[in-house]
């Protein structure tokens, strides 16, 4: 009876331990470590790992982390915090809305949201880089990122 208890607990992520309710411990922080926090997407996917690549050739450490579980990982921790979302029916997600408010609208945090509208853009209430999920814009969007994050890292 008691390890029947003991599984249910665990399933509901209610015991400290348990994978479905554990907190992401993150070791690797400061000023020469990006944060990306995605979906793992297939799109999303190859756009990280073409960022990261790059990232480390320039020296610099990429910690990926799950967008669901962004409350955990500060944006003041890291050099730059890359946050990859999806448009929601003509809005702004409200995850990342949510995320960009808690985290005080820091500027090290860039925003990519994708749509099945190539046209959407995204001003407010943060500039975003936004695309269509196709293989064909992996290294447009990459390229963005990259560009930003460089702007971002060479003012720390």
């Known amino acids: 009876m008691k390890i029947h208890i003991v ?7 209610i015991i400290g331990g348990c994978a479905a309710g554990k907190k992401p411990v993150q070791t690797l922080k400061g000023e020469k470590v990006v944060c990306i926090l995605t979906t ?22 990429v910690v990926t982390g ?12 890291y050099g730059a915090v890359v946050y990859l979302a999806e448009y929601w029916a003509m809005h702004v997600p409200f995850n990342a ?29 943060f500039d975003a880089v936004t695309s269509a999920s196709t293989p064909a814009n992996v290294a447009r969007v990459s390229g963005e990122i990259l560009a930003r994050l460089e702007r971002i890292l060479d003012n720390k």
């Open 66 to 77: 799950s967008r669901t579980k962004a409350n955990n990982y500060k944006a003041s921790d």
């Open 40 to 61: 793992g997407k297939q799109f999303k996917a190859a756009v990280v790992e073409q960022v990261s690549t790059s990232l480390a050739a320039k020296g610099y450490r």
């Open 97 to 125: 809305k949510r995320y960009y408010r808690r985290n005080n609208e820091a500027e090290n945090i860039i925003f990519v949201i994708t749509s099945g509208n190539p046209g959407v853009t995204i001003s407010e209430p």
């Open 7 to 13: 599984l249910m607990l665990c399933a509901l992520g």
